[in-house]
């Protein structure tokens, strides 16, 4: 049984009998064949022989790859690493802070240092996120700049990530200023306010308005979660090394044909 579709043992031996081969390579042309009449039958759109028999070609070639995928075992140490890595928020998270900030740039040092200081006064007990960001916009700046606003959660070591808007999938996490993640994480309680504190980007009055536990999961649970992602990633991998062999022995036509009969076929399909 190939992809769905069952071949008789008499078709094999006659194959065998009629072209003179052995039963290994019977077996795959009868295969071939089978699965090439199926196709075109299944589209039923005045698809030519070619272009079925390259769309059904493309079908094994990834039902090979899924196989390859499989017969090399379990997720190894360091592709469960790198998944990890992948989904470090939901599975290997450390403690977060979310915060809220009033920052003064430009101008003299003495000047940023006095509106900090206004700013800060005038935030005394402010502990609501909005009522900050309003409150600090009504210290007059002059020819300063302020900039006040939310942000999201960050880590000590700077990661930070936005469970509202995440990043695209493979995309590194943002990074902050350690010297503004650290003096975020030093704030006790939740509503209180930092001292004013400097770093590349000017004087900063911060506010907490969230901590953020950590979280983190058992090796065998990531092993589940992430076997089908790994396994896929393999399949990718060795195909696009596939086409790039085939790209350099074809013509240019090969991308055109074969990527679009490649993505008939649902790589996932088999890891699930």
Known sequence: MVGGISVQPDTVRRIAKAQGISPRAALELAVSDTLLASEFERRGDGASISVVRRATQSRMLLEELQ?????????????????????????????????????????????????ALK?????????????????????PAGDLTVTVQ???????????YD?????????????????????????????????????????HVIVLTERIEARATSVEK???????EILRLRSETDLKKTLATAREASPPSFDRAWNGYLDMVDVTSGFR
Do not use: C
């Open 67 to 115: 196989r390859a995928s499989l017969g090399r075992g379990e997720p190894t140490a360091e592709e469960l690493a790198e998944a990890t890595a992948r989904h470090w928020w939901d599975y290997d998270r450390p403690v977060m802070v979310r915060t809220a900030h009033a920052v003064v740039q430009e101008g003299t040092p003495e000047q940023r240092r006095a509106l």
């Open 119 to 139: 700013i800060f006064a005038a935030l005394q007990g402010v502990k609501d996120p909005a009522q900050f960001i309003a409150q600090a916009n009504t210290v």
């Open 150 to 160: 939310s942000l999201p959660p960050v880590g000590l070591d700077g990661r930070t």
């Open 163 to 203: 469970p509202s808007d995440p990043p695209r999938p493979g995309a590194p996490p943002g990074q902050f200023d350690t010297d503004y993640a650290a003096a975020a994480h030093a704030i006790e309680n939740v509503g209180d306010l930092s001292p004013i504190v400097e770093t590349i980007f000017g004087l």
């Open 222 to 228: 990531r092993r589940k979660d992430f076997r089908s």
